[in-house]
């Protein structure tokens, strides 16, 4: 039934809103792919997972694994990145020390949860199907949906309603200019990859949830896919991540409900192609989107 695959297409959309959206923030502020972020979305569902087998309850993890996420993401930005923006090679050298910092937090998590596929126990969370208007909605999916609204409106309101926003917006602009107005660029770069851990962290988890299947390389997948996101939506767009995670999610639960599985990746990165050949920057992107840190 159409209408049930695009409810459940909603419901993909808000997980990959969340993943793509830490990573338009990072490539926004600081015109840097941070590619330790699949590994950080990993790292939520895993902290979830532990606190939960270790008796918690689920609220508990989930906070657990914003805070790691978002904790590890400026461990990161700390040892990849502020050296290198000191040096001015932060660009390429700054997406090789991210690899290698992925792949460390990957063997990490390798040799912590022994290989294994982790599987939170059944009773995590309630299995409660609602049915309306013909359509099936499971009390997770309503969890996964209201979880990644409340996270996007709180993003959106720290980005354009508060003084974290304006300071993001002045270092991405121009970093010696904040300086001069008292803006501390080191504090409000460990603040936006906060944000941007936490966000993933928190879309490991609903992920680690809907499949209940965990596992070290499980932010492969979706380091790819969160990367055509901001590509389509266009780079440092925050609207235009929003928007290219709804026609990504819609065109990937359509393609595998009505089309064979494999050519769903091929459907979705045809679907890519074509799109940017009509607009180059992306669905909201701007011609000067690649160089947002340009103006000094």
């Known amino acids: ?12 959309s808000g997980v990959y809103a969340l993943f793509s959206l830490g990573f338009t923030l990072v490539f926004g502020i600081q015109r840097i792919l941070n590619l330790a972020h699949g590994a950080i979305f990993m790292t939520g569902a895993m902290v ?35 050296r290198l923006r000191r040096t001015g090679d932060e660009e390429f050298g700054g997406i090789i020390s991210s690899i290698g910092a992925g792949l460390v937090i990957s063997t990490i998590a390798q040799q912590v949860s022994s290989t294994q596929i982790l599987r939170f126990p059944f009773d995590t969370f309630p299995v409660v199907i609602f049915r309306f208007w013909g359509l099936r909605v499971s009390m997770l999916q309503l969890f996964m949906a209201g979880a990644a609204i409340v996270l ?20 991405t602009d121009n970093e010696h200019a904040a300086m001069l107005m008292g803006i501390n660029p080191n504090l409000v770069y460990s603040q936006t990859y906060f944000i941007a851990g936490a966000l993933a962290g928190a879309a490991g988890v609903l992920v680690g949830l809907a499949f209940n299947s965990i596992n070290f390389v499980m932010g492969e997948p979706y380091l790819m896919f969160g990367f055509a996101i901001i590509i389509l939506g266009g780079l440092g767009s ?12 819609m065109v990937q639960t359509l393609t595998i409900a009505y089309l064979p599985s494999g050519l769903t990746s091929t459907i979705i990165f045809a679907a890519l192609f074509l799109i940017l050949l009509v607009r180059p920057h992306g669905l909201l992107g701007k011609e000067d989107a690649g160089n947002l840190r340009g103006r000094r």
């Open 1 to 12: 039934m159409l209408a049930q695959q695009i409810l459940n297409g909603l419901v993909v």
């Open 48 to 82: 979830a997972y532990y606190t939960v087998a270790a008796g918690g309850p689920l609220w508990l993890g989930f906070i657990l694994a914003i805070v790691a996420s978002g904790l590890l993401s400026v461990l990161v930005e700390i040892v990849c990145f502020r």
């Open 152 to 171: 996007v409106l709180v993003l959106g309101y720290l980005i354009y309603r508060t003084g974290f926003g304006r300071r993001v917006r002045a270092v």
């Open 238 to 249: 925050i609207p235009g991540a929003l928007l290219a995670s709804l026609v990504f999610g």
